[in-house]
């Protein structure tokens, strides 16, 4: 192609070459081929964007769209059509795959038939043979193979598979982060959701209500678990499968970034005899990794550690782990009263919902047993008024609760993504006033750097962050706090004894680790 020599923006030959997986999340696929311009470098800092025609307006706007959606500046250059087409090509990594397993079905039926209900032929399609994993070569049974291998290697928690309207929508969660990874026609989305029920070995036939379970399979010669859940939708079942890299194990407590202070009083907590250790925060914001992690510090030849799960995660050497069915009527309160009958020493309980499991873990901890549990509060003093609005007695909580552990999941700066930013005005300010109150003997210990950083997507680092680290806070309850329970037990009353006793809040320790350079000033912003 011969460029004209009177534009405005400088030319760039790729020659014909394509473009790593990393530059091209920064553009969806559909918005390349509308817009008719890809990402082909990340320099710096900045987006480098090839276009065709200079004089899209359109396009221009997309381009500043995304570039302040990623934070990122753009720098944009003329390319050829046979470089756009490269690059085009460089995207069909996944959906290639995909896509070459959809005509596949378009040779073998008609559309029509897709879109019936789950009929023989696409059962005959779609039949998993005994043994044989993923190595069908059926297109049904290709596509599903497709997603999760890309999911595992990317190493998403989550796959999204959502019917919206006429097409369906996959996507990958990646670090807490949903990304769409591509899109699917609606016509095959009955018989995706079908492939993944026979996997799952839940039922075809209902629709109409939500369904769980749980499969495995070997990929690359990794162990990998996945949980899927069934959700009825207006257009049709959604599907979301967590996946469980058994490959990697049970995760340590020093693999957390906590604080030395905070794996320290940790660790002395799970080495009671006897009481009640609470993790409390959102959905998704790691308590349960953080219960067997704790569990993994027990000492299970000399104790007999005993869990009850909704669903089992991991499965945990050494521990007697219990699966509730509500549906059979054998729920947390029913599954602990069971528990109790079998000599246990340390139990852990996946989430207290209620008042009658409330109680019956107090009432573990009272009778010598350590009880490990989870609660939905926002914060960890938080957790007593909770347990006092279930209806406990806070004579029942005092002698019993032994820590509370609040926790959210934070992004980790990569090293080459780091933008220095000087710790100075409202930044100073934002940061320095949330320690005001802290008493003067554990404030002397926090250093307050020159620089903390932003951080800034790289060539090897898309997103500016890899992985991430737990931010906590640890109320350890002594004989003061538990005055306070028995006589006054609001929140303002029990934070007074447990600020002057130096402990630090979850964005406090966010800011101890944005200090330390691990974690980015948007990651605290958030919290």
């Keep these: 192609m011969i460029f004209p020599k009177n534009l405005d923006i400088p030319i760039k030959d790729l020659g014909g070459k394509g473009v790593p997986f990393d530059i091209l999340k920064y553009v969806p696929e559909e918005s390349a081929v509308h817009y008719q311009f890809v990402p082909i470098n990340m320099v710096e800092g900045v987006l480098e964007v090839g276009i065709l025609n200079p004089d899209n307006i359109e396009a221009r706007d997309a381009i500043s769209f995304i570039a302040s959606k990623i934070g990122a500046p753009f720098k944009i250059f003329l390319i050829s059509q046979s470089d756009f087409d490269a690059v085009l090509q460089s995207y069909k990594g996944i959906s290639g795959q995909v896509d070459k397993a959809l005509t596949q079905i378009d040779v073998q039926k008609k559309e029509e038939d897709v879109k019936k209900d789950v009929s023989a032929e696409i059962m005959k399609e779609i039949a998993i043979k005994p043994g044989s994993g993923f190595v069908e070569e059926a297109p049904i049974t290709k596509i599903v193979a497709v997603i999760i291998q890309n999911a595992v290697e990317g190493l998403a928690s989550d796959i999204h598979i959502e019917p919206i309207g006429d097409k369906v929508k996959v996507r990958f969660r990646v670090d807490g982060v949903l990304y769409t990874s591509l899109f699917l026609p609606i016509s095959v989305h009955e018989a995706v959701v079908a492939r993944i029920k026979i996997l799952t070995g839940i039922k075809l036939d209902e629709k109409r209500k939500p369904q769980d379970g749980r499969f495995s399979a070997r990929i690359e010669s990794r162990a990998v678990d996945f949980r899927v859940s069934t959700f009825p939708t207006y257009f049709g079942e959604k599907v979301v499968i967590r996946i469980l890299d058994t490959d990697k194990g049970i995760r340590r407590l020093d693999q957390f970034g906590f604080t030395k202070k905070n794996l320290e009083a940790i660790r002395e907590g799970i080495t009671r005899p006897y009481g009640l250790i609470l993790l409390t925060g959102p959905t998704g914001s790691g308590k349960t990794t953080t219960l067997y992690a704790m569990l993994n510090e027990v000492d299970k030849e000399k104790y007999n550690v005993v869990s009850l799960e909704d669903p089992i995660e991991y499965n945990m050497a050494g521990v007697s782990q219990s699966q509730v069915r509500p549906e059979i009527d ?11 009958r079998q000599d246990p020493d340390v139990i852990m309980v996946g989430e207290i919902r209620d008042e009658q499991t409330a109680r019956l873990a107090i009432q573990a901890a009272l009778t010598g047993h350590l009880v490990l549990s989870t609660l939905h509060t926002n914060s960890a003093i938080a957790a007593i008024p909770r347990l006092i609005d279930m209806g ?19 992004g980790v700066l990569c090293e080459e993504s780091k933008s220095p930013i000087p710790m100075a005005g409202e930044i100073k300010d934002l940061v320095t006033k949330r320690f005001e109150d802290l008493p003067e003997q554990f404030k002397k210990d926090i250093v307050i750097p020159s620089n903390v950083y932003n951080a800034v997507p790289s060539p090897t680092c898309s997103t500016g962050t890899r992985g991430r680290a737990a931010a906590i806070e640890v109320l350890d309850i002594d004989k003061d706090i538990r005055a306070v329970i028995l006589k006054n037990p609001v929140e303002q ?14 964005k406090e320790d966010a800011i101890i680790k944005l200090f330390q350079g691990t974690v980015p000033v948007e990651e605290v912003l958030r919290l």
């Design 330 to 340: 054998y729920t947390f309160a029913s599954g602990l009263r069971s528990i109790l």
């Design 392 to 410: 406990i007695e806070p004579y029942l909580i005092a002698p019993t609760l032994t820590m509370v552990i609040a926790q959210r999941l934070v």
């Design 493 to 506: 009353e029990i934070y007074k004894i447990a600020r002057a006793k130096g402990m630090l809040t979850l």
